[in-house]
């Protein structure tokens, strides 16, 4: 087994040379935070079985509790493997990975997001599964929507930002660019009229990725802890709003999935939206 995938921008690439031993979904805040997803998807390798391809300059790294320091790439924002604390495994992100290993069940299953709902038949944990032998991880749950519009932040909390209107919609996106901008097997993203978000802080932390060719695809993240924020676009009037960035409930569900053909092999949709191969026209 060979199974190689890179980065959005291509910059880091890696490949595993065997099944990993665990494929957790994780939906702790942090990794929310840091995907800009509904949850993560972790599979766990032994460190000979994962191996660079390609340059590993871009690659920077934020610790994010005293148990985990994480990567991701400078250039583009996407989460890339890195090894645990105590180096006996790796953690690659499934997300960027067409081909592979299939969850085996979710992981801090009562931390979810609020606007998420767990369904399908896989185990579900509150913590990590007791045979991991992994220490515990102390989160606060998710607020309700607070009297000055909704809220979101980045994982280092040096960028917020606020939502003061209704959001237009929501969806789940599927397509290979987002997969591998969030690292994750699908993006959540939300839309809203452009005047209707403000940065409380932390703007000039952004950095940006514009897919060469996209006509609007871009990626936008907190540089020093990679995550996903809301991108402006002004020629639509319009913000994309990574849900995994908010700290509130936005009170609106993704109402479909989009771009179903190029969902990833191991991954398998349990709810029952409606599913597009594409982006339906409106």
Same mark, same amino acid.
């Given at each position: 087994?060979?199974? +190689?995938?890179s980065?959005?921008?291509?910059?880091?690439?890696?490949?595993?040379s065997?099944?990993?031993?665990?494929? =957790?979904?994780? &939906?702790?805040?942090?990794?929310?935070?840091? #995907?800009?997803?509904? =949850?993560?998807? %972790?599979?766990?390798?032994e460190?000979?079985q994962?191996?660079?391809?390609?340059?590993?300059?871009?690659?920077? !790294?934020?610790?994010?509790?005293?148990?985990?320091?994480?990567?991701?790439?400078?250039?583009?924002? $996407?989460?890339? @493997?890195?090894? $645990?604390? +105590?180096?006996? #495994?790796?953690?690659?992100?499934?997300?960027?990975? /067409?081909?592979?290993? @299939?969850?085996?069940?979710?992981?801090?299953?009562? !931390?979810?997001?609020?606007?998420?709902?767990?369904?399908?038949?896989?185990?579900r #944990?509150?913590?990590?599964?007791? #045979?991991?032998?992994?220490?515990?991880?102390?989160?606060?749950?998710?607020? *309700?929507?607070?009297?000055?519009?909704?809220?979101g932040?980045?994982?280092?909390?040096?960028?917020?930002?606020?939502?003061?209107?209704?959001?237009?919609?929501? +969806?789940?996106?599927?397509?290979?660019?987002?997969?591998?901008?969030?690292? *994750?097997? &699908?993006?959540?993203?939300?839309?809203?009229?452009?005047?209707?978000?403000?940065?409380?802080?932390?703007? /000039?932390?952004?950095? %940006?990725?514009?897919?060469?060719?996209?006509?609007?695809f871009? +990626?936008?993240?907190?540089?020093?802890?990679?995550?996903?924020?809301?991108?402006?676009?002004?020629?639509?009037?319009? *913000?994309?709003?990574?849900?995994? $960035?908010?700290?509130e409930? @936005?009170?609106?569900?993704?109402?479909?999935?989009?771009?179903?053909?190029?969902?990833?092999?191991?991954?398998?949709?349990?709810d029952?939206l409606?599913?597009?191969?594409?982006? @339906?026209?409106?």
């Amino acid at each position: 087994m060979n199974n +190689q995938a890179s980065c959005l921008c291509g910059s880091v690439s890696w490949e595993i040379s065997a099944e990993p031993f665990n494929a =957790f979904n994780c &939906h702790c805040k942090m990794c929310r935070k840091a #995907h800009g997803a509904a =949850f993560a998807t %972790y599979w766990f390798v032994e460190p000979e079985q994962v191996s660079w391809v390609g340059g590993t300059d871009s690659i920077v !790294h934020y610790r994010s509790s005293p148990l985990l320091t994480r990567s991701f790439c400078a250039t583009c924002g $996407s989460v890339v @493997p890195y090894p $645990s604390e +105590q180096g006996s #495994h790796w953690v690659v992100p499934g997300g960027c990975h /067409d081909d592979g290993k @299939p969850s085996d069940c979710h992981i801090f299953a009562a !931390h979810h997001a609020p606007w998420f709902e767990i369904t399908g038949d896989l185990p579900r #944990h509150d913590d990590y599964p007791e #045979h991991t032998g992994m220490l515990r991880v102390e989160e606060e749950p998710g607020e *309700a929507v607070g009297e000055d519009g909704l809220q979101g932040s980045c994982l280092c909390d040096r960028i917020a930002y606020r939502i003061t209107g209704p959001f237009k919609l929501a +969806q789940h996106c599927h397509c290979h660019r987002c997969r591998r901008a969030r690292a *994750a097997a &699908h993006a959540t993203n939300g839309f809203v009229a452009l005047d209707d978000i403000e940065f409380l802080r932390g703007e /000039d932390e952004l950095d %940006y990725y514009k897919v060469p060719d996209a006509g609007y695809f871009m +990626q936008v993240f907190c540089r020093t802890c990679g995550s996903k924020m809301p991108r402006l676009d002004p020629g639509r009037g319009i *913000a994309v709003v990574p849900f995994g $960035s908010l700290d509130e409930d @936005p009170g609106i569900r993704a109402s479909r999935h989009i771009y179903v053909d190029d969902m990833a092999h191991w991954y398998r949709i349990t709810d029952d939206l409606p599913q597009y191969g594409t982006e @339906p026209r409106v």
